[in-house]
């Protein structure tokens, strides 16, 4: 069975389907962060790069679009460019910042640099309080600026919706096609989230269904349809994510599902058993695995966090290869791979990214891999994988948990979520 195409297979029903936005990554340091936003309005959001094809968006359905900012001047040459499907398709389009700016260049309007230069807090005027884009929101706030270029002259049918305390167009619109020049999606935009709720809700006519449970109700519907009758392999360390993937397919397939935890040589003293206790009381089937040696034998020497990687990556494949052989044979592996490793690392879906760092369980795998990848968190955050695991009812100390070795996290409760070795709380510089 080819492993390439699973990715793309398990798990793509809890993708939108119909109910979605698109946002196309013209190079922000918030297109990310445009996404989640998205998402926490209750629809499905998914980041593809600027120059990804029409067929590559169509296979969410898409109600909208929105274009994010970036640090290029649209009138450069080599500068990031508007895809023509942008414009025909005939959806909604929202366009922040560099994004406002393509669609003012595209459509006969002229940007430029000059004294409109605005960095930081700004206080916005609406012009145009029928706007369906403000509704809910002040006739001045505060919002957060970052631009040198900005539209001197609007393409044409285009009306101003508002304009900055220094005169700068804040926000365009004709029909569905919205500019907006200052960030909707950071926390120092008073009503940010308003305004693209008002997009996706509104404007886009979507509505507010994608939710841990209807992810959870739908993935667990397609693993079935995907795995059928299949034995498969998880791969669980112990971590929150493993540990929602494992307890999704678990719910999907039963007791076909065998998952191994291994020993890397890697964790905290006591790590272990405290993860075998935990795991076996959620009714999953555990296999442990002492791989220490193997793992630290490999990594030796190495300095080189890339090559670590991958040689993490790559190991541990080997491992739950010696696992199939002796408990199988598995027609699937089963990984708790995350959305922003799939970004980080380029995937393959992503072939414009650029690589961030390499995560062993995605750029990290080997190309002789020997099982059909299942991955049914692939394309949610950390903080919605959390959600996904208080749906399926588990414990709160497992859905703060993090492997080791790991960055420690603040809980909401102000603890740290990491523990040291011998269990006190984590300093921020462990």
């Known amino acids: 069975m080819p492993h390439d195409s699973a990715p793309e297979q398990a798990g793509r029903s809890g993708r939108g389907g119909g109910e979605a936005v698109v946002v196309l990554d013209f190079g922000s340091q918030y297109s990310q962060l445009i996404v989640r936003r998205v998402r926490e309005c209750g629809v499905y959001s998914e980041l593809f790069p600027h120059d990804a094809p029409w067929e590559r968006l169509a296979e969410l359905r898409p109600r909208g679009i929105i274009l994010s900012g970036g640090p290029a001047s649209v009138y450069e040459p080599g500068a990031p460019q508007l895809p023509p499907y942008v414009l025909e398709c005939g959806l909604p389009v929202l366009g922040i910042c560099y994004g406002m700016q393509l669609l003012a260049q595209a459509l006969g309007g002229r940007v430029a640099a000059g004294g409109g230069r ?70 120092h935009t008073d009503g940010g989230k308003q305004i693209l709720s008002n997009f996706v809700l509104r404007i886009c006519g979507l509505h507010p269904t994608w939710t841990p449970g209807s992810f959870v109700h739908d993935v667990v519907a397609d693993i079935r349809r995907v795995v059928g009758d299949a034995p498969a392999l998880c791969a669980l360390s112990g971590g929150v994510d493993s540990t929602v993937a494992a307890t999704l397919v678990h719910r999907a397939i039963g007791d076909r599902l065998t998952c191994v935890f291994v020993n890397n040589g890697l964790l905290r003293q006591g790590e272990p058993e405290e993860v075998q206790a935990a795991l076996t009381a959620l009714g999953l089937p555990l296999v442990y695995v002492d791989a220490s040696e193997r793992f630290l034998a490999r990594l030796r020497g190495v300095v080189d966090p890339e090559a670590k990687r991958r040689i993490v990556g790559d190991a541990f494949i080997r491992v739950f290869e010696d696992a199939a052989r002796r408990l199988g044979p598995f027609d699937f592996l089963v990984q708790g791979t995350l959305y922003p490793d799939v970004i980080e690392s380029a995937a393959p879906e992503r072939k414009a990214a650029a690589t ?48 080791f070795p790991a960055a420690p996290e603040r809980r909401r409760d102000g603890r740290w979520s990491n523990l040291c070795q011998r269990g006190r709380p984590a300093s921020r510089d462990d």
Not at 156 to 164: V, Y
């Open 118 to 187: 605005e960095y930081g807090p700004a206080l916005v005027r609406v012009v145009e309080p029928d706007s369906l884009l403000f509704a809910g929101l002040p006739a001045e706030f505060r919002v957060w600026m970052s631009h040198g270029d900005h539209v001197v002259q609007m393409p044409p049918q285009f009306q101003p919706l508002a304009e900055s305390e220094g005169g700068v167009l804040a926000a365009m619109a004709r029909n569905g096609l919205i500019g907006l020049q200052f960030h909707t999606e950071v926390a």
């Open 356 to 403: 961030i760092k390499t995560h062993h369980n995605v750029g990290g795998l080997p190309p002789d891999l020997q099982f059909c990848l299942l991955e049914p968190l692939r394309y949610l955050f950390k903080d919605e994988v959390r959600a996904v695991g208080r749906e399926l009812g588990l414990p709160e100390d497992l859905v703060w948990r993090h492997p």
